[in-house]
Nanobody, 119 residues
């Protein structure tokens, strides 16, 4: 299973970006998908997670970020609005995937994508 993240870049404060994470490979089901971020000198933190249509967000992004998923395409999105300089970080996607029915699920990580919020 591979996860491919994309959509990062440089944006001014108050701007928007949309991140994508596409899962490929042998996939029977995806149990959860989530976005994490790590800023320089800080620990990685959970940004948002989606599972069975339910979502959870870090307090710092509630009301500004929206996580969604296209199950048919095994793709997850993170719409980021009203971006702040403190949102600057490397954003990585994670998925808990069951490759075949009735087998254990494993966690996979995509490569990070840099988001920089600066004027």
């Amino acid at each position: 299973v591979q996860l491919q993240a994309s959509g990062g870049g440089l944006v001014q404060p108050g701007g928007s970006l949309r991140l994508s994470c596409a899962a490929s490979g042998t996939i029977a089901s995806i149990i959860t998908m989530g976005w994490y971020r790590q800023a320089p000198g800080k620990q990685r933190e959970l940004v948002a997670i989606i599972s069975s249509g339910r979502t959870n967000y870090a307090d710092s992004v509630k009301g500004r970020f929206t996580i969604s998923r296209d199950s048919a395409e095994n793709t997850m999105y993170l719409q980021m609005n009203s971006l702040k300089p403190e949102d600057t970080a490397v954003y990585s996607c994670n998925a808990l995937v069951r490759s075949r029915a009735f087998t254990p699920a494993y966690a996979y990580w995509g490569q990070g994508t840099q988001v920089t919020v600066s004027s």
